[in-house]
């Protein structure tokens, strides 16, 4: 009876760890397109390429930004990019290449990276910059610990979506970015929120409105022809 006595408050706060909830909300874009849009349904069709650049960096811990590896990005990122790519009304054919660490050694890789920079008439490098605080999450997770999640703890992530666009003579023509930011609650009875706002679909609209927003005033702009 004694040794259950004492092995009560640690069932206990195993147990609050264990049901504990956490809701994701995300913010407004920043550097939205407010311009009604249009298509630009007459221009010349064009070849892209499109160079992908996932990136994700601990600010604190990571002196740098690191490339993300697949299986690391976000899931689903291909279907969220064929999505947005609706944006545009004159490609008439297109390649994409992400770039991985990896490629440093990778010879083949680097020569298919050339050939797609040199065989369209524009480029797109789209940088994704996913960012945390160290310190932050670093005492947020004390705070989660100490508390069993009583109290309501954020875990607040930074994107940055950045496209430059060039043309055939590997000229820069234009640079666009978009910011927002994703923040993950938990606290105990968040559990209650959590099938209304998961994080999975927070982030996938971000994704979504970001490279939307991006490719419709690029097209509106009728960078592409």
Same mark, same amino acid.
């Given at each position: 009876? #004694?040794?259950?006595? =004492?092995?009560?408050?640690?069932?206990?706060?195993?147990?609050?760890?264990?049901?504990?909830?956490?809701?994701?909300?995300? +913010?407004?874009?920043?550097?939205?397109? *407010? &311009?009604?849009?249009? $298509?630009?349904? %007459?221009? #010349?069709?064009?070849?892209?390429?499109?160079?992908?650049?996932?990136?994700?960096?601990?600010?604190?811990?990571?002196?740098?930004? $690191?490339?993300? $590896?697949?299986?690391?990005?976000?899931?689903?990122?291909?279907?969220?990019?064929?999505?947005?790519?609706? *944006?545009?009304? %004159?490609?008439?054919?297109?390649?994409?290449?992400? %770039?991985?660490?990896?490629?440093?050694?990778?010879?083949?890789?680097?020569?298919? #990276?050339?050939?797609?920079? %040199?065989?369209?008439?524009?480029?797109? *490098?789209?940088?994704?910059?996913?960012?945390? +605080?160290? +310190? @932050?999450?670093?005492?947020? &997770?004390?705070?989660?610990? &100490?508390?069993?999640?009583?109290?309501?703890?954020?875990?607040?992530?930074?994107?940055?979506?950045?496209?430059? &666009?060039?043309? =055939?003579?590997?000229?820069?023509?234009?640079?666009?970015?978009?910011?927002?930011?994703?923040?993950?609650?938990?606290?105990?009875?968040?559990?209650?929120?959590?099938?209304?706002?998961? *994080? #999975?679909?927070? =982030?996938?609209?971000?994704?979504?409105?970001?490279?939307?927003?991006?490719?419709?005033?690029?097209?509106?702009? @009728?960078?592409?022809?």
């Amino acid at each position: 009876m #004694k040794n259950y006595m =004492k092995m009560r408050p640690f069932t206990f706060l195993v147990f609050t760890l264990l049901v504990a909830g956490c809701a994701t909300f995300r +913010s407004g874009v920043d550097g939205r397109y *407010e &311009v009604e849009p249009t $298509k630009n349904f %007459n221009a #010349k069709r064009v070849d892209v390429g499109f160079i992908l650049s996932h990136y994700f960096q601990v600010k604190g811990l990571d002196v740098i930004p $690191k490339l993300e $590896k697949q299986h690391t990005r976000i899931s689903g990122f291909d279907d969220i990019f064929i999505d947005a790519l609706k *944006e545009f009304s %004159n490609i008439k054919h297109y390649a994409t290449f992400t %770039n991985f660490s990896s490629d440093v050694n990778d010879p083949k890789r680097r020569q298919l #990276k050339d050939s797609i920079l %040199n065989s369209n008439d524009y480029i797109l *490098e789209i940088e994704i910059l996913k960012q945390r +605080s160290f +310190s @932050k999450n670093f005492f947020g &997770v004390m705070g989660s610990v &100490v508390t069993a999640t009583i109290i309501p703890i954020p875990y607040r992530f930074k994107y940055s979506f950045k496209v430059d &666009v060039y043309d =055939k003579n590997h000229s820069l023509v234009k640079t666009y970015s978009r910011y927002a930011t994703v923040t993950k609650w938990v606290e105990t009875f968040f559990i209650f929120l959590y099938p209304f706002y998961p *994080e #999975k679909r927070e =982030k996938e609209e971000l994704y979504v409105d970001c490279l939307h927003d991006i490719f419709r005033q690029i097209e509106s702009e @009728k960078i592409l022809q």
